[in-house]
């Protein structure tokens, strides 16, 4: 994940002044001087590095200790502070048409994943905003680029507008004037891109501006290219004037740079930032949420949000009831993992938990072709022994075993994970948020996540 190794360097150079009751010039001083290295080491700029190094020292030598922090602490919302204002501050949104068709204009470098996180996009405006979107193919030389936005359309239910290989000034034409015909409210024009920026590029782009007069120029850059992503915001904005970015791959191996250092370079936002291949992996950026990531204070709001869009709220008003009554049966445990299934990654959500929750998960993930073993096997059971396990007895067990081509191993392991399910969901659901996110139990010690339900791990827990 994008700042893993930025947020450990960072609480190991902040970790040092913890514990001490007064801090002088020469702590904060040899505080920064780490501080600088992880950031240059997360490939941030050097001019971005040194101004921010200057603001922070600046503001912690001498400052006022509030009365219910320490001076560590003072220090660590001194340096909170800065790297949100550093990210931009607060998140922005997209510019939406007064009168629609909102029109927006997906641009960046080739490989960056334009096709792909435009068609994201889309799929976010539908299921967040309740837009109704349109693709449009407007890519006429990467060989496959229409198919390909034409299968990712089809995945998310969106309509593709292509013309084949005419001139992509027209095709936009065409789209926004077959939009505002059919009462498609959203336009996202999938363009195309080079291996490098050249004229003959933003050329192109520059008169399908003209042409279309888009609410957004978005531009797609990718994290793990570092300072190559902020060269490549910075020339897009000088030729085209570019409104804000999407930052893709930040689940990826990227050292951050990029995301520290594009608003400061550019002035333009990053407003969404992709954090995964599914096609539902896009978030709104909020500079303030992943400055508490990179300080390893987590991000309990996004993964609440990431919770609600996820759970039905009414099958967990059911189940509370249910585990009140102490009726939650296999069905229920069935239902409960394909919620937490729709979630997505664990060791994504893992970046979400502070501290030491956070790293209890580090690394977890769902194994996809265990639950499809478990779903066999509890479709092999009786409507009567989904309800009460307990009345699975060993000829029982042997008889759902042969009807799912399964060994009665497996049916075991299913009752002992379905037991510790329950135990965990019992404790989980005495929180008001869904699953209980207010009151996260110490994950650690409840039956070992990593055996629970399915988990498979990439590394070792600890």
Do not use: W
Request: charged share 25%; with cysteine; glycine share 10%.
């Amino acid at each position: 994940m994008a700042f893993e190794g930025l947020s450990e360097k960072l609480n190991a150079a902040l970790r040092r002044l913890r514990g001490k009751g007064r801090i002088t010039e020469s702590d904060v001083k040899e505080a920064m001087k780490e501080v600088r290295l992880a950031l240059l080491d997360a490939d941030v700029s050097y001019s971005v590095v040194k101004d921010f190094v200057a603001k922070v020292t600046e503001r912690a030598v001498g400052v006022d200790v509030l009365e219910s922090l320490t001076p560590a602490q003072q220090i660590i919302k001194i340096v909170n502070e800065e790297l949100t204002v550093l990210m931009g501050g607060g998140s922005e949104k997209l510019n939406m048409a007064s009168h629609p068709p909102t029109v927006i204009m997906m641009v960046g470098l080739q490989g960056a994943g334009k096709t792909t996180n435009g068609a994201k996009l889309a799929g976010y405006l539908k299921e967040n905003m309740g837009k109704r979107p349109l693709l449009v193919a407007c890519d006429v030389y990467r060989p496959a680029a229409i198919t390909q936005l034409q299968v990712v359309g089809e995945q998310l239910d969106i309509p593709v507008f292509a013309l084949g290989q005419v001139n992509p000034v027209q095709i936009s034409q065409h789209a926004v004037r077959y939009a505002k015909e059919n009462g498609f409210d959203t336009v996202l024009l999938d363009t195309a891109g080079r291996l490098h920026i050249d004229e003959q590029l933003m050329t192109e782009l520059k008169k399908i501006k003209a042409a279309v007069e888009p609410n957004e120029i978005l531009l797609v850059v990718d994290a793990m290219t570092g300072q190559d992503a902020v060269s490549a915001a910075t020339a897009f904005d000088e030729a085209l004037g570019i409104d804000g970015v999407l930052l893709t791959k930040l689940d990826g191996d990227a050292r951050g740079g990029a995301a520290l250092s594009i608003r400061a370079a550019t002035g333009k936002p990053i407003k969404f930032v992709g954090t995964g291949e599914k096609l539902d992996m896009i978030e709104l950026f909020h500079p303030d949420r992943m400055a508490s990531r990179i300080l390893g204070m987590g991000d309990m709001l996004s993964l609440i949000e990431k919770a609600e869009q996820s759970f039905d709220e009414k099958k967990a008003a059911e189940l509370e009831v249910k585990l009140r009554k102490n009726r939650f049966t296999l069905t229920d445990y069935m239902e409960q993992m394909s919620q937490l299934r729709k979630m997505g990654d664990l060791s994504q959500m893992a970046a979400m938990l502070p501290g030491q929750m956070g790293k209890q998960m580090a690394g977890a993930q769902i194994d996809e072709r265990l639950l499809v073993r478990q779903e066999a096997i509890v479709q092999s059971m009786t409507p009567k022994e989904r309800n009460n396990p307990s009345l699975l007895d060993a000829s029982r067990k042997k008889r759902v075993a042969a009807g799912c081509g399964l060994e009665v191993a497996d049916v075991n392991r299913l009752l002992k994970q379905y037991e510790l399910m329950l135990q965990l969901t019992k404790q989980l659901s005495k929180g008001r948020t869904p699953l209980g996110l207010g009151k996260m139990p110490n994950i650690g010690k409840i039956g070992g996540m990593s055996k629970m339900h399915g988990f498979g791990r990439r590394k070792r827990l600890k």
